[in-house]
Nanobody, 120 residues
Framework: VQLQASGGGLVQAGGSLRLSCAAS????????LGWFRQAPGKEREFVAR????????YYADSMKGRFTISRDNAKNTVYLQMNSLKPEDTAVYLC??????????????WGQGTLVTVSS
């Protein structure tokens, strides 16, 4: 599966952005999906994941209550709604897909990333 992330940009602290990740292929619903981010000079970190059906989600502690992951299997798209953004949320955000049937997920496919910049 090929993944294409979009929706990044420049936003002021406290603002919101919604990222999208469109996937190619007819088996989109066969994959769990996740969002990760990588800030300059830092390692990539997990943001959120969502199950195949969308019925189960999980977030990194620092994103709970601010970020919401969702998916539309009819549109082959996963979303990340980001609210109350902070300067430390500045990073390249990447989407990923996992064909794993159980935890821990192995992330098999990666998108190219979209840059989010939060100004103070």
């Amino acid at each position: 599966v090929q993944l294409q992330a979009s929706g990044g940009g420049l936003v002021q602290a406290g603002g919101s952005l919604r990222l999208s990740c469109a996937a190619s292929g007819r088996t989109f619903s066969s994959y769990a999906l996740g969002w990760f981010r990588q800030a300059p000079g830092k390692e990539r970190e997990f943001v959120a994941r969502i199950s195949r059906s969308g019925g189960s989600t999980y977030y990194a502690d620092s994103m709970k209550g601010r970020f919401t992951i969702s998916r539309d299997n009819a549109k082959n798209t996963v979303y990340l709604q980001m609210n109350s953004l902070k300067p430390e949320d500045t990073a390249v955000y990447l989407c990923a897909a996992s064909g794993s049937l159980s935890l821990p997920y192995r992330w098999d496919y990666w998108g190219q990333g979209t840059l989010v910049t939060v100004s103070s």
